[in-house]
């Protein structure tokens, strides 16, 4: 028998991924789409390997277990929109547990099926107020960063009664940790900031970074991108950012909004590709955004020069720092041991196939041990803050708290910094998160 004609079960190729075909307008028929979901869900019911990775498919192996038929076919299609709302695209299942993605002829893409379910779901126009408001991080940032609304929002969100409030109204979790508001941005800390140090560059890295400042790290953690800044010119690396950006689309991604998601990246590619046309390598301190200018928008936009060019300078932050210590271009001299770590590693960053690299830089930290988790936080950006999806999101995170608990660590955090604050809420003990860039720069005593 021909090679090319075995059947065999699982695959032992690495997995690849096809373009998303979002403007074929047999993407948006639902005909087709429950089609394709019967297909996979039969594939998916007969595995069940991915059981314990997110809600969506516990909730799709009790639909089967609770039909007529114990199997798909019994499954009422309209209980379909059950497994996709509960799938926050964290691509775990593609990258870590599928033995039937591509290349394997079954052709199983769960997270992009999903995708297409959620983009199918927004133009019918099933879309709720509150899911509109929490994916426009541009425009609640903009609003919740004005001074003194800044201290207005930040106080409210930690009052009960009116956290009560805005459960009923808008469906945000009354118990979800909502991110506090600075509006002394990011990019107002690092305006006219000019680096003084030269770069030098390596095989693979140019040794000078644009860093894309993302939604969060501006508007509500600016601190850790000083850390990242401080860090980097420690080593060398000169850093700017864009000289304007906007959200880079992850968010309305999920939403299933795909227009929205060129919108901004019709915003966003001209500036980043002019940053690298004058020699700049990019990152974001956003797992996310970085996997969305890596994977999703190439994926999305695979005709597109430019999208290409920025995919290839655009790295992990603490991949480039390894990348940099590999040529011996990283600054090893550290004046303090960082103890014990647990390090929580983001799926968004697992997915990117990089390798450990936020490990790999803490463990040069002397007298430094990391503990590695790697499980889903649950928490999504927006999944853990909604009503109907919190308790979910807890009980998602529990393992990675149950880990930290028993690694009696020094200090804990993740490579999303949401995440690491969603753990914060599982914990609830007062033992706050720590950004690993900001851990290195403690470890360097700058």
């Avoid at 979002?22 to 297909?39: G, I, K, V």
């Avoid at 019911?45 to 639909?63: A, I, N």
């Avoid at 390798?355 to 041990?369: F, S, Y």
């Amino acid at each position: 028998m021909a090679a090319s004609t075995i059947s065999r079960e699982g695959n032992l190729e690495a997995p690849i991924r096809h373009p998303l075909d979002w403007q074929n307008p047999e993407f948006y028929n639902e005909d087709s789409l429950f089609a394709e979901m019967e297909r996979v869900f039969d594939i998916c019911h007969g595995c069940r390997r991915c059981v314990s990775l997110c809600q969506s498919f516990p909730t799709l192996f009790d639909l089967v277990d609770e039909s007529d038929t114990f199997e798909v076919d019994g499954v009422d299609k309209k209980d379909y929109w059950k497994v996709v709302d509960h799938c926050y695209l964290c691509d775990l299942c593609y990258m870590t547990k599928c033995p039937y993605v591509p290349p394997h002829g079954w052709n199983l893409d769960f997270p992009h099926l999903m995708l297409r379910a959620k983009s199918v779901k927004y133009e019918k126009g099933d879309v709720t107020t509150r899911d509109r408001i929490l994916t426009s991080t541009d425009a609640v940032g903009r609003i919740a960063g004005i001074p003194v609304v800044s201290q207005i929002v930040n106080t409210v969100n930690k009052m009960g009664p009116t956290r009560k409030l805005l459960e009923s109204v808008l469906g945000v979790h009354a118990d979800a940790k909502l991110p506090e508001y600075q509006s002394n941005t990011l990019r107002k800390r690092l305006r006219g900031h000019t680096s003084v140090a030269q770069a030098e560059s390596t095989q693979e890295t140019r040794g000078r970074v644009a860093l894309f400042t993302t939604c969060y790290m501006n508007r509500n953690e600016p601190s850790v991108g000083e850390d990242f800044v401080a860090v980097y010119e420690h080593n060398g690396i000169p850093v700017t950012t864009p000289h304007k950006e906007r959200c880079c689309g992850m968010p309305k991604l999920e939403l299933g909004n795909l227009k929205a998601v060129q919108e901004a990246k019709e915003f966003n590619i001209p500036i980043l590709a002019k940053l690298v046309d004058d020699g700049w390598d990019l990152t974001a301190l956003i797992p996310s955004c970085v996997l969305m200018f890596k994977q999703e928008l190439p994926l999305m936009f695979p005709d597109d020069p430019d999208v290409q060019k920025v995919k290839e300078a655009f790295f992990d932050p603490f991949e480039y720092l390894v990348l940099r210590h590999k040529e011996g271009k990283l600054n090893t001299d550290f004046k303090t041991s960082l103890g014990k770590v647990a390090y929580h590693a983001a799926c968004h960053q697992r997915v990117q196939n990089i390798g450990q690299k936020t490990r790999d830089a803490l463990a040069l930290v002397p007298d430094t041990q990391v503990e590695v988790i790697e499980r889903c936080s649950g928490h999504d950006g927006t999944y853990a803050v909604k009503k109907e999806f919190h308790d979910s999101a807890m009980k998602i995170v529990k393992p990675v708290v149950n880990k930290i608990n028993n690694a009696e660590a020094d200090h804990f955090g993740s490579d999303c910094a949401m995440a690491g604050h969603h753990i914060e809420k599982g914990l609830d003990d007062g033992r706050v998160p720590e950004h690993p860039i900001s851990l290195l720069r403690k470890a360097y005593g700058i």
